[in-house]
């Protein structure tokens, strides 16, 4: 079978494909120097177009995962990048065409993302459709590879990016809005935190039926705590928490997931802004103790990602990006057969703060910056702690969202922000989500390195910038490049190989580094 790449929104541009696997060892500095006291990784993953779906389309989350890797060591940077071997991606290698039919696969238009029902057959039929392509964390020693929906989590090598297996605690995950169609078929979201002195990873599974959510607290030896929230108030994309010291802190928000939406000719996501933001505190300690559920008086918003967290007496703070509407296509705004840009360039956040007040249960919403920004991170050291900085991609309004173009380091204590242009004007770049590496591991929160990939798709290059925390408007302290444009991942973390090996989970070989 033979077919070429289609002309679509979510192959074009930025979203071009990397469609091979890559080994580049010891890679090219352009600028500067690699810091030597890096040892670790900055890993990403996003959707890269294979091959057509059976309704020859191309949804953004059908495209299997592909991970990435730099991999830093005494001075030297190795680049990899791999398919992650689900057992969709197996299934379709095995066929060699696309195996599955979506319900929301064939509109032809924005409404098209590949997260609806699929059609089952002989061949599919215990086959889960999750393809592993939103976020890459470290956990227990290992990495692991997270779809948010459609299947259970894969652990990858974080040195060959081999695709290990499925977690061993994949069967005390719950289901998602899809049927479970073998054992261990559960998800697991897109952006849990982790305490780093237990290690353990607070996470959840969500659904578009009740409960909607169900906590689930993994320990490092594979174990996993869980708690259906019944008392969950509606359905939600629940994709982001805050973490303090004594709560995951949850927001219910009016963007919607309804499979059943399809079949009435919408898109699975929707907005429904007269739902009230709620926002529930979940103990950390005792996941079956009291959940507070804060309902809101709130103007419809929308917090994709959250930034950080900060209790001071009885003000819980929230800092996050936050929108008007999600950066997503709505029947609001298209009609049948509209094409719409992705993301970003749909809607523009610009960091906020929704403070809650824990005695008295009010909150209030402020916005914090007139730059708009988005894909924050925090040092991940300090989950569930506190943070004092944050570090974002943003840049400047266009149309109805926003040019992402800068690195941006937020001081939330003093809210104040330094801003580095890295793509000017009339530059062709994704500037991805930038990932933080502290200078030692005892350094202080905040204190070391923001490494930016940017795909220069345009002219078929990668690159990261590697900048020094102690001042980002300096500019770049080393600029590593690669002979290929990346292809456009949402997310990824850093893996530090300082740190010592925590115990790794059940059934899975240690990390040896
Ligand atoms: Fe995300």
């Not at 469609?19 to 600028?31: D, G, K, P, S």
């Not at 500067?32 to 040892?39: F, M, R, S, T, Y």
């Not at 890269?48 to 989350?61: V, Y």
């Not at 830093?72 to 299934?91: E, I, M």
């Amino acid at each position: 079978m033979s077919y070429s790449i289609p002309d679509t929104v979510t192959t074009k541009g930025p979203f071009q494909p990397m469609r091979f696997e890559a080994t580049v060892e010891e890679c090219i500095v352009t600028h500067g120097e690699i810091p030597k006291d890096l040892a670790g990784g900055i890993y990403r993953t996003g959707p890269c177009w294979k091959r057509p779906t059976k309704q020859g389309t191309a949804p953004l989350l059908a495209m299997d995962g592909m991970v990435q890797g730099l991999v830093f060591d005494n001075g030297r940077a190795d680049f990899r990048n791999r398919w992650v071997r689900t057992p969709k991606y197996v299934l379709e290698d095995k066929y060699a065409r696309g195996m599955f039919d979506y319900s929301d696969g064939g509109f032809g238009d924005y409404r098209d993302y590949g997260y609806g029902e699929v059609v089952r057959t002989p061949e599919n039929a215990h086959t889960p459709q999750g393809t592993s392509s939103i976020n890459i964390f470290p956990f227990a020693g290992e990495l692991v590879v997270s779809g948010e929906l459609g299947g259970p989590p894969q652990i990858i090598d974080p040195i060959t990016l081999e695709t290990k297996g499925i977690v061993p605690w994949a069967p005390a995950l719950s289901k998602g809005p899809h049927e479970v169609v073998c054992f261990g078929d559960g998800t697991f979201c897109a952006h849990p935190k982790w305490d780093e002195d237990t290690g353990i990873l607070y996470g959840w599974s969500y659904s578009d039926t009740a409960p909607y959510v169900s906590m689930k607290y993994v320990h490092p030896d594979g174990t996993v705590e869980s708690r259906d929230l019944w008392d969950a108030p509606y359905n939600t994309v629940a994709h982001d928490i805050w973490l303090t010291p004594e709560w995951v802190v949850m927001p219910f928000q009016p963007f919607i997931i309804d499979l059943q939406r399809n079949s009435k000719g919408y898109a699975v996501f929707g907005w429904e802004p007269e739902l009230p933001i709620t926002i529930a505190l979940i103990p950390r300690h005792n996941l079956q103790g009291e959940i507070r559920w804060i309902q809101t008086d709130l103007p419809a918003q929308y917090v994709m990602h959250t930034m950080t967290a900060n209790v001071k007496g009885d003000q819980l703070i929230l800092d996050a990006p936050i929108f008007n509407k999600p950066p997503f296509p709505m029947e609001q705004d298209f009609n049948e057969g509209d094409q719409a840009a992705l993301f970003f360039s749909n809607a523009a956040s610009y960091l906020g703060r929704w403070t809650v007040n824990l005695t008295t249960g009010d909150t209030k919403a402020e916005r914090l910056s007139e730059l708009p920004s988005e894909i924050c991170k925090v040092d991940q050291r300090f989950y569930g702690k506190r943070h004092r900085y944050g570090f974002q991609i943003g840049g400047q309004p266009k149309k109805h969202g926003m040019r992402m173009d800068s690195l941006i380091r937020n001081d939330v204590d003093k809210v104040t922000e330094q801003v580095y242009q890295i793509r000017g004007e009339g530059e062709l770049a994704a500037v991805l989500e930038a990932s933080f590496a502290p200078r030692t591991t005892d350094a202080p929160e905040g204190d070391g390195y923001i490494i930016v990939p940017v795909s220069w798709w345009n002219e078929r290059r990668g690159e990261f910038q590697i900048f020094d925390t102690d001042d980002i408007t300096a500019g770049p302290i080393c600029k590593i490049e690669l002979p290929f444009h990346m292809g456009w991942t949402p997310h990824g973390h850093w893996m530090d190989f300082r740190q010592k090996t925590i115990q790794p989970s059940r059934g899975t070989s240690a990390l040896t580094i």
